[in-house]
């Protein structure tokens, strides 16, 4: 048991090690990080369009609410 | 658009045109919503109230893609996306002071007094908001720009070709938080008529 212990954390010290020496090739490093800008305007549009998408559905709401008036 | 070649930061720089305008929003926004509640406080009519909610809360929805889009770029910039920055930390707890309004508001169901209690907050929440944001990260070390040991905007803002873009970019997200709160209260005025004629 210790033995498997050691042999993964011996695993990825060397991960960690060989990491550093690696080029990230991730893709929000590639292109001048130009995809972490990407995500903001994502996180920005998404936000903003889930925000409205609530209200839409209070809005809904109260449209039923009249119908059921009538 | 061309932007200014910077290591480290690299196109991310762009990210300015969404991060910060958020912020700028956010402020502006409950800069307005203190300004309602004062104005109800001074004279107590409801329309006043419900302009101040629906500001704050505008105003909290930008300040929460203001700290996602913040952390994002954290993560690739200055390699966590959690870096207890001050500036950061006096984000978070100027949003959770804000949290404490709306919760303040919920926990009271006599209209009048909800009204009266959160204008009064509303003005103590802006307040502590501003030294968090704005005096407390310019004495510590921060990584912002223009803060702590960091030169003013003048490495990347006091580009003219970035202040073309961010100037309008800063006015057309304040629209928009504006439009949204206009949404809001004409959807609070419906409802509250209906409210009213059912009774």
């Known amino acids: ?70 | 658009m061309e932007a200014p070649r910077l290591n480290i930061l690299n196109e991310t720089v762009r990210a300015l045109y969404f991060h910060v305008p958020m912020w700028f929003g956010m402020v502006l926004l409950y800069l307005l919503s203190v300004y309602y509640a004062i104005k109800y406080l001074r004279n107590p009519l409801h329309d006043y109230d419900v302009k101040s909610v629906e500001l704050a809360n505008v105003g909290t929805a930008f300040g929460i893609l203001g700290m996602v889009t913040g952390m994002l770029w954290a993560n690739y910039t200055w390699g966590s996306p959690w870096h207890g920055d001050p500036k950061q930390k006096g984000a978070a707890i100027a949003l959770l002071v804000y949290f404490a309004y709306f919760v303040l508001r919920g926990s009271l169901s006599n209209d009048e007094q909800r009204a009266r209690l959160s204008s009064i907050y509303n003005i103590f929440a802006f307040a502590t908001m501003i030294p968090l944001i704005f005096i407390i990260p310019r004495l510590e070390d921060s990584m912002h720009p223009g803060n702590g040991g960091n030169p003013g905007f003048n490495a990347y803002d006091l580009d003219s070709r970035m202040r073309m873009i961010f100037y309008p970019a800063v006015i057309a997200w304040f629209i928009i938080g504006l439009w949204i709160v206009s949404l809001r209260v004409r959807y609070r005025t419906i409802e509250e008529r209906i409210l009213e004629s059912e009774l």
């Open chain 1, 1 to 70: 048991m210790k033995k498997i212990v050691y042999f993964f954390l011996l695993m990825t010290i060397s991960m960690i090690a060989n990491a550093q020496h690696a080029e990230m090739a991730d893709v929000m490093r590639s292109n001048g990080k130009i995809y972490v800008v990407v995500g903001i305007i994502l996180i920005v549009l998404t936000g903003l369009v889930t925000y409205l998408f609530l209200l839409d559905r209070k809005i809904t709401k109260l449209e039923n609410k009249l119908s059921d008036k009538r």
